[in-house]
């Protein structure tokens, strides 16, 4: 078995009285692609917070490429190839789409202390943007403003930025959440054709997308991780059944 | 699966709203659509100050002065406009600046003008980096009471170091050398006027090539989105200290160059009521566009001049009557006014 290049250990984390994580052991391989469900408020997106370092767990430990990264800020995981998406546009949206990229890009090489401007390189960034604007589908809409894009579109610079940034680990907080079923061929599409060294964890409360993709699924339940298995092995699971897939899912 | 309706999101941005919010930030507009009033208004500056070369002699001292607030607007723009930083304290590094110079020439026999310049630059940008520890802690109003508070502690120690600053009546017999061994300052203000003409030129092209490189754009990230500034891995508060302190350096310069060129330092250069000049000044030209700080500082010093010498007392009157009219009629400031004078004088373009 390969080394997780992301793991918890014993994660904990209270809002006040509320436990929205609870001693969660997880831990993910690279090349795997897994899935995170539970009903609203289980807690997901406080774990992705919680991987992150958007938020601090009260206690526990996340470990990066076996180094403990609990106490390192955002951006020094980000530079170690931990990167995410957010489940509500965090986008800028004033910025054109390439540009929107492009920041990120520039982040990426180290180009961020950088104060004069260099014409050459702009233009070797900006090709880089395109290609993966390309990927998403997204060339049509490089030179226009986030907000002028419909909600689904901006859904897709989400992933687009995330990939700008070359991750090692993409955590991926509902990314087909607002994308009009008929289009969410183009994140299916996306997600087939990520790198294959690539550790992905989605959020996703769309079953068929998880259990057509997902090589393993974690139930999280009031901050708690209720099961965790193969998509088979959760689709037959009696409490994940009763407690959140209900009677609609036939995988 | 039903969905909800309504639910909670942690993840919010976090922005607070600050004087720069109203400027459009794309660099789209930056690079292109507003270069037109910026081109303008440098062509309106450039034939101001070579009119006043020319012909105003009498016009020499205020010219210096214009140019130095013009510096000292910049780098409050830099920080309010670009960064989102508010401050209501940034005389603080503008009077250090100033007294870093006196104190060198007056005590130390240090007369030297271009060393005098970073030394000040390097003394103001010591005291930003050192404070702005603590001011980026906060934001928003918690920010503005924290630069008012290190601004009037730095102005009581030099009100009570009167061995050192000359307290309350000032730091006078400042000599200043030629500069470069050559050009002594005079006394029709000529020199001094060109010598601060030609530092304003370098702060200015310094300052427009930096809002341009990714460094400059990480700011104005950091100011629309700090989340997913961090989130593309920007280290946001060491980014922010930076510009911090690059600001404090330029107002130092700028308080440097009052020194020199009036050979004297009193309190009022480290005193609130010049931090809200400035701030009003980077507001009324427009925060967020240099050209806008540049304007805002040639006419609010002109207009000041003008008026204070009709009636001293009566000219905050006249200002508060340009500053309602400018919030009320032109809210994006005298730039915005001439992004849309240049809009009407043009054909309707294209989208
Ligand atoms: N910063 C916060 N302060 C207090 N409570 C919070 C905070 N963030 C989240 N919560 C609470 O923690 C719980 C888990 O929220 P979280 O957003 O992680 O759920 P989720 O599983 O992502 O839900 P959804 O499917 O609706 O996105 C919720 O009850 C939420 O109200
Ligand atoms: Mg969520």
Known sequence: MTAAILETRALHKNFGALAVAQNINFSLEPGRFEALIGPNGAGKSTFINLLTGLVPPTSGSVILDGQDVTALPIEARVKRGLVRTFQINTLFNNLTVAENVILALDEHHGQGWRPLPSPSRRRRIRDEAYDILGRLGLTPWGNREVRELPYGRQRLVEIAIALALRPKVLLLDEPAAGIPSTETGTVIEVLENLASD??????????????RFAQRITVLVQGAVLARGTPDEIADNETVKAVYLGEGIHA | ????????????????????AAAPSTWRGLAMGRTGSDLAIA????LGALATLAFGESYW?????VAITMIFALSV??????????????????GVGAYSVGIASVRLGWTEPLLGLLLAAAVAALLGAATGVLVLRTRGLGQLMLTMAFASMVYEIANRAKPLTGGADGLQGMVVSPILGLFDFDIFGLTAFLYTLAVLAAVVVFAVLMTRSPYGRSLVGIREN????????????KRLL???????????IAGALLAQTSQFVGLNVLHFSLSGEILIIVALGGAGRLWGALLGAVVFTLFKDRLSALDPAYWYFWLGLLLAVIVLFAPKGLIGLVDRLLAAGRPKETA
């Open chain 1, 198 to 211: 690539l550790a992905v964890l989605i959020i996703e409360h769309d079953m068929d997308l998880v259990f």
């Open chain 2, 1 to 20: 699966m039903p969905r909800p309706t309504v639910r909670v999101e942690p993840v919010k941005r976090l922005s607070v709203p600050h004087p720069g």
């Open chain 2, 43 to 46: 062509i309106l500056l450039g």
């Open chain 2, 61 to 65: 001292l205020l010219g210096s002065q």
């Open chain 2, 77 to 94: 723009d830099l920080l309010v406009g670009f960064a989102g930083i508010v401050t209501l304290g940034h005389a603080v590094f503008f």
């Open chain 2, 226 to 237: 700090r989340v997913r500034m961090q989130a593309i891995g920007t280290g946001v508060q």
């Open chain 2, 242 to 252: 930076s510009v911090y302190t690059l600001s404090a350096a330029l107002a130092g």
